[in-house]
T-cell receptor, first 111, second 115 residues
Framework: DVKVTQSSRYLVKRTGEKVFLECVQD?????MFWYRQDPGLGLRLIYF???????EKGDIPEGYSVSREKKERFSLILESASTNQTSMYLC??????????FGSGTRLTVV | AQSVAQPEDQVNVAEGNPLTVKCTYS??????LFWYVQYPNRGLQFLLK??????LVKGSYGFEAEFNKSQTSFHLKKPSALVSDSALYFC?????????????FGTGTKLQVIP
């Protein structure tokens, strides 16, 4: 089975800190995604990547950046964390069966 | 723009009874449709998908969904609910294509199965 691993389940960061969320997949998938999940809003796409060093903005990229230096790793960066970025962050990869495989999520709290 | 509507924030059903979680969609062209389930403090797990072919799709854990093109719906069903089915369910749609197309998720429906 495909595994998508997010490095942290829970994170607490201070306002203004630079935050790195890491995601690794083990099935050689080209496409990887970062979503945030908020109650009542469902999942909203922040960024995605369809190949190494390639990235595309999703619906809510403001305040975020991403890095994909290796095929298996897709990092989400909060340049200067703010309280409105407190959320659940989900990483996913996409295989040829059209379905996403999601990581377990990182619940980020910015104080 | 494509969209997904899950009209019920929460569905309550007694254990052993049939369950339905509703989903309607809007997309240009033919759709790819998906259901995912999320247990507390976990990521989403893939349940089933409609890509083409038979309108009745069977998935994991005894769930099935019926694609209805005229009603633009893709309701999730199970003949007999279990307490362990209690979770958050997400419907998703993308435009049918050979390459990657943006996936839009609904806002989720919380399913509560009452013992």
């Amino acid at each position: 089975d495909v595994k998508v691993t997010q490095s942290s389940r829970y994170l607490v960061k201070r306002t203004g800190e630079k935050v790195f969320l890491e995601c690794v997949q083990d099935m050689d998938h080209e496409n990887m995604f970062w979503y945030r999940q908020d109650p009542g809003l469902g999942l909203r796409l922040i960024y995605f990547s369809y190949d190494v060093k390639m990235k595309e903005k999703g619906d809510i990229p403001e305040g975020y950046s991403v890095s994909r230096e290796k095929k298996e790793r897709f990092s989400l960066i909060l340049e200067s964390a703010s309280t409105n970025q407190t959320s659940m962050y989900l990483c996913a990869s996409l295989g040829r069966n059209y379905g996403y495989t999601f990581g377990s999520g990182t619940r980020l709290t910015v104080v | 723009a494509q969209s997904v509507a899950q009209p019920e924030d929460q569905v309550n059903v007694a254990e052993g009874n049939p369950l339905t979680v509703k989903c309607t969609y809007s997309v240009s062209g033919n759709p790819y449709l998906f259901w995912y389930v999320q247990y507390p403090n976990r990521g989403l797990q893939f349940l089933l998908k409609y890509i083409t072919g038979d309108n009745l799709v069977k998935g994991s854990y005894g769930f099935e969904a019926e694609f209805n093109k005229s009603q633009t719906s893709f309701h999730l069903k199970k003949p007999s609910a279990l307490v362990s089915d209690s979770a958050l369910y997400f419907c998703a749609v993308s435009r049918a294509s050979g390459g990657y197309q943006k996936v839009t998720f609904g806002t989720g429906t919380k399913l509560q199965v009452i013992p």
